[in-house]
């Protein structure tokens, strides 16, 4: 049986349980993780490797071969129980730098997992390398709102969707990948992304017909958006999610939020949403009771962490040892000492000035300073980790920068500085990792201004004083290639960069030689960016001399939100007539002007009967970019 067809197997292989319920109620347990990153070793408290030292001592977290006892274990003591990933399982340990997921295949396939969701990282390394971790597992994978071409060689190798039969119920397992993989990591031109809430109404449809009675949603979008989806997706009972690194618990202090987090559908159906933080240290488990009549009875649980209680697997930590040989001794050298732990957390470094992105930018522009480069801006996104005080080794300086980056030198102009540092800052409610961190620059953030509104004081440094930016004057910049590609939405430094040199020192090396020649390093923070969420001080004036015409505002805003539904109204049923049209003249047009909604999966099912030929309408219309329709323009359709 080819490897397809055992995939498919798997994803329709019927579970038969008994429970001790009544017959009118159904229990499901399901045990999940996000964001594992690679951590086949144990962790510390900071999410990076542990030393052999820590794990004696019972300090250690997680690791593949710790969440292989815990899952075992939980599965022989539930009935009903399904396992799932909610993706990102590449990326972030030098098992992952060294061995480009054939690792995370080989300990994965051996967990049992009923379904897998891709993540961003997945595709970091390109369509190739994820299509060779796809033929290396047995589990099913899910592509969902990931529109893959032909020529692609993902194609056909993973699936839309899982149903599990447990019993009389059939649970359905639709998923979704952030609609901006595309900005933040690399996939192929013949893959693109389409928005999670319009694909998702339409996979509840597709596994409603193949006869779905209870429906989980498997995604990678992030918490933020695992909200809407719940809110906006009529018919999903179960929300498994990933991305944001959200800690939801019951008995933490230090939790995100309750576990599970409870809303309420569009029909009035209540919603279950779970997510387990990241990198092995938390297992999640939700039991979910419905009643006869589908809905959600209760919904209980709370992540599990995987501390020196667990006994790793002991055939894994064998296997794990072997790998790790070529690796180890050259990551065990100390480079460097702290005299304090080194911040690189999330939270940190993707919402303000945090204590590694300072470090990292300032050896970023220390490198190539004399290359007359003024300014480094790095994501937060790519800082992975926190490194506690004492020794530095090599291999912790590896976790905090695990994407292998060099460092890329351009110049800017100064307006266009200010363009990437508005992008950097846009996402900062959603912890978005574009979040500048950077060296040689001082700046002001108001969150409370809308996006693209928000830098001022902007300083750089010149001659070792900061001087305001001039918008019109060139600047050198440091920053890193998958930046200055367009990552993270830096798209200037891609489209404006002059004089571009991508092919630097790698920026483990860069971190590793400046640790090495300011050590003892003393983690600290400047004031080189400035927070503040407050109206400025004109628009509050103005806003007190408008007080009187708040009747005439407020039937404005009114005015404005009927004028917005009319609006929506007018769109849906254009929609509707375009879509009908299409229907009626398939075979025989030859063009199609773009509406709302449009992409061109669907547009290929609809003129060319397969959607994975979307390729072809792609490149009779060069000049449209195929990740992003324009409304009213005018498509070339090819000949069926």
């Not at 488990?285 to 599990?304: H, R, Y």
């Not at 794990?320 to 939270?347: F, L, N, Q």
Request: glycine fraction near 8%.
């Amino acid at each position: 049986m080819s490897k397809f067809l055992t995939r498919l197997s798997l994803s329709v292989a019927v579970l038969v349980t008994t429970t001790s319920l009544a017959l009118a109620d159904f229990e499901l347990n399901v045990l999940h993780f996000n964001d594992f990153h690679s951590r086949i070793e144990p962790i510390n408290k900071y999410d990076s490797t542990c030393s052999a030292e820590d794990e004696t001592e019972g300090k250690c977290f997680g690791g593949i071969a710790r969440m292989k006892t815990a899952i075992d274990q939980r599965k022989a003591a539930l009935d009903n129980v399904l396992l799932l990933s909610a993706g990102d399982n590449f990326q972030g340990s030098l098992f992952y730098t060294t061995y480009k997921g054939a690792a995370e295949a080989e300990f994965m396939d051996q967990l049992g997992l009923d379904a897998m969701v891709l993540g961003n990282h997945e595709f970091d390394d390109g369509d190739g390398v994820l299509a060779t971790f796809v033929d290396k597992t047995t589990f099913p994978i899910i592509y969902g709102n990931a529109l893959i071409g032909a020529d692609s060689p993902l194609a056909g190798k993973m699936v839309e969707y899982v149903i599990k039969d447990m019993g009389t119920e059939k649970i359905a397992i639709i998923g979704a990948v952030t609609a901006d993989t595309g900005e933040l990591s690399s996939p192929s031109d013949s893959v693109l992304f389409i928005d999670p809430v319009l694909y998702l109404n339409d996979a509840v449809a597709a596994v409603k017909a193949a006869g779905a009675t209870k429906i989980i949603a498997l995604t990678h979008t992030g918490f933020s958006k695992d909200k809407e989806i719940a809110a906006q997706v009529d018919g999903v009972d179960l929300i498994i999610g990933g991305h944001s690194n959200t800690f939801l618990s019951n008995t933490s202090d230090k939790a995100d939020g309750v576990y599970p987090v409870m809303m309420t559908g569009p029909s009035g159906n209540p919603v279950a949403i779970v997510t387990a933080y990241a990198h092995s240290k938390y297992l999640g488990e939700i039991k979910i009771i419905f009643d006869d009549d589908g809905n959600i009875k209760s919904a209980v649980g709370e992540p599990i962490l995987l501390d020196a209680s667990f006994k790793p697997n002991e055939a894994m930590v064998t296997r794990i040892a072997e790998m790790s040989a070529p690796i180890k001794e050259a990551m065990e050298v100390v480079v460097a000492s702290s005299t304090a732990p080194i911040d690189g957390d999330r939270k940190s470094c993707r919402a303000r000035e945090c204590e590694m992105g300072n470090l990292v930018a300032d050896a970023m522009l220390e490198r190539v300073a004399s290359q007359g480069i003024q300014m480094a801006i790095q994501n937060g996104g790519g800082l992975r980790a926190s490194i506690d005080g004492g020794d530095v080794t090599m291999g912790e300086v590896v976790t905090v920068v695990p994407f292998q980056n060099t460092l890329s030198t351009f110049k800017l102009k100064g307006s266009d500085v200010v363009l990437a540092l508005e992008n950097g800052v846009s996402q900062i409610e959603e912890g978005g990792g574009r979040f500048p961190q950077v060296a040689g620059l001082k700046f002001t953030v108001n969150t409370a201004k809308p996006a693209g509104e928000r830098i001022s004081d902007l300083m750089v440094s010149m001659d070792g004083k900061f001087v305001p930016l001039d918008e019109t004057a060139t600047y050198g910049v440091v920053s890193n290639n998958f930046m200055r590609s367009g990552g993270d939405g830096y798209k200037v430094f891609a489209t404006d960069g002059m004089e571009a040199y991508d092919y630097g020192p790698g920026l483990e090396d860069v971190l590793a030689n400046y640790l090495s020649q300011n050590t003892p390093y003393k983690p600290y923070l400047d004031g080189r960016i400035t927070l503040v969420s407050m109206e400025p001080e004109a628009e509050m004036k103005d806003a007190a001399a408008t007080d009187e015409a708040m009747p005439k505002e407020t039937a404005t805003k009114e005015t404005a939100a009927s004028d917005t539904e009319m609006v929506k109204d007018a769109v849906v049923s254009e929609v509707k007539k375009v879509e009908e049209a299409v229907e009626e003249t398939a075979m025989a047009a030859k063009t199609h002007v773009v509406t709302a909604g449009d992409n061109l999966w669907d547009l290929a099912k609809k003129y060319l009967g397969d959607g994975t030929r979307w390729g072809e309408i792609a490149k009779a219309n060069p000049s449209n970019n195929p990740k992003k329709l324009d409304v009213g323009t005018e498509l070339t359709i090819p000949a069926k």
